[in-house]
């Protein structure tokens, strides 16, 4: 789309979008790994948060809204017993 108050020509998406999905995390390193032991050693069973934020801003062809931040917050839930990867 053209944007004449920006003199660009930008992609854009135009509608609704919605995210569903499963987020499976397997934890079963081979040895010991240095890189990884910032997360620790053994992740605890139970119920984790996950958060980020949406980032976007909407424009018309002479417009653009200030952009917006939306936070989102995922449940998680590490199961006790899990098979390694």
């Known amino acids: ?3 004449k108050a920006l003199g660009e020509t930008l992609p854009v998406y135009t509608g609704e979008i919605r995210a569903v999905g499963k ?3 397997k934890w079963s390193p081979p040895a010991e790994v ?4 910032s997360v620790g050693k053994y992740i605890e069973p139970g119920p984790y ?3 980020g934020t949406l980032r ?3 424009c018309s062809d002479e417009v653009c809204e200030i952009p917006k931040v939306i936070p989102f917050e995922l449940s998680l839930t590490i199961e006790a017993g899990a098979a390694p990867a």
């Open 34 to 37: 240095k890189f990884l032991e």
């Open 49 to 51: 948060k996950i958060k």
């Open 23 to 25: 987020l499976e995390i």
């Open 1 to 3: 789309m053209l944007l």
């Open 56 to 58: 976007y801003q909407a």
